[in-house]
């Protein structure tokens, strides 16, 4: 039995080094979270001072209609966003796989990634103006959730595409053809071929742009109207006026909620493509 290779210094102090930044990394971006989590449960009204273990915050947070309309707005805008934004992005990223030559294609893909890379001010000003003209000429439509809706539809159709389309990029043609050489419909094999295929990316980009939904502050600051203050912006609003355990709690809640989606979109996910590599390794032995 031969003897495992040693490793060399040099190779096990990068390692360390390695871990070390990973670790640092990692610190840096959570533990501002977990104390955040920790002093939602304080007991003192004074946000940086330890006055023992209470759940006396959230039970604020039932009695606040601030915070619970600002939520079931959120959860609204962000549901509708998703789902549109994956339906709209998957029509987009298959025209884009499928269609390499088309009259405008440049322009299409210039489109779809300006707001990847456009500040969100300059998003939010712009469709505030647009808006703004629009009700002057038609009297419609008003500032609330309609127009959230359409600012974080923008953002969230962009990062869908671009999530769907890489996939899509990678599925083998030749399913496809085969499903057509057998008499499928060029709709029977997107529903029936492509569609199943690529489900685990659409539900990835769901989970992306409700999130991006969900805390977004600078589309939602300008296209907001009275009476549709989302959730961010009441966090955002109490955080100026003074941090205390009630906006702890509140982010608290807005962390738990993510993190169960996030985590059960990731089982789901993850069990999906087990099924998915058990059928075929099952089919390559039956073949």
Do not use: C
């Not at 959230?58 to 962000?78: C, M, Q, R, T, Y």
């Not at 789902?83 to 440049?106: D, E, H, I």
């Not at 955080?239 to 355990?245: E, F, H, K, M, N």
């Amino acid at each position: 039995m031969s003897k495992p290779a040693l490793i060399p210094a040099y190779q096990r102090r990068g390692q360390w080094i390695a871990r070390a930044w990973l670790t640092a990394g990692f610190t840096f971006l959570y533990l501002p979270i977990v104390a955040l989590v920790a002093y939602s449960f304080n007991n003192s009204p004074l946000p940086t001072v330890w006055g023992g273990f209470t759940l006396q915050w959230f039970a604020k947070l039932v009695h606040d209609e601030e915070v619970l309309n600002g939520l079931w707005l959120s959860l609204k805008i962000a549901f509708s966003t998703a789902t549109s934004a994956v339906v709209l992005g998957t029509l987009a990223a298959w025209a884009l796989a499928k269609f390499k030559r088309f009259g405008g294609r440049t322009l299409m893909v210039g489109m779809i990634n300006a707001p990847l890379v456009m500040p969100e001010v300059i998003i939010g000003l712009s469709l505030l103006l647009m808006l703004v003209s629009l009700q002057r000429a038609l009297g419609y439509p008003e500032r609330g959730m309609m127009t959230i809706w359409l600012g974080h539809l923008l953002v969230g159709m962009a990062y869908a595409t671009v999530v769907i389309q890489a996939r899509l990029q990678d599925l083998n043609p030749q399913l496809e053809e085969a499903a057509q050489d057998l008499g499928a419909r060029p709709l029977q094999v997107f529903f029936l071929i492509t569609l199943p295929m690529i489900a685990q990316a659409m539900a990835s980009a769901w989970l992306l742009t409700f999130t991006l939904s969900l805390d977004d502050v600078v589309l939602a600051a300008f296209l907001s109207g009275p009476g549709s203050t989302t959730l961010p912006l009441v966090i955002f609003s109490r955080a100026r006026l003074g941090v205390d355990p009630s906006v702890n709690a509140v982010a608290t809640v807005v962390i738990a909620v993510v993190s169960i989606a996030v985590v059960g979109g990731s089982y789901m996910l993850a069990r999906a493509e087990r099924r998915r590599s058990q059928e075929m390794a099952q089919a390559a032995r039956s073949a």
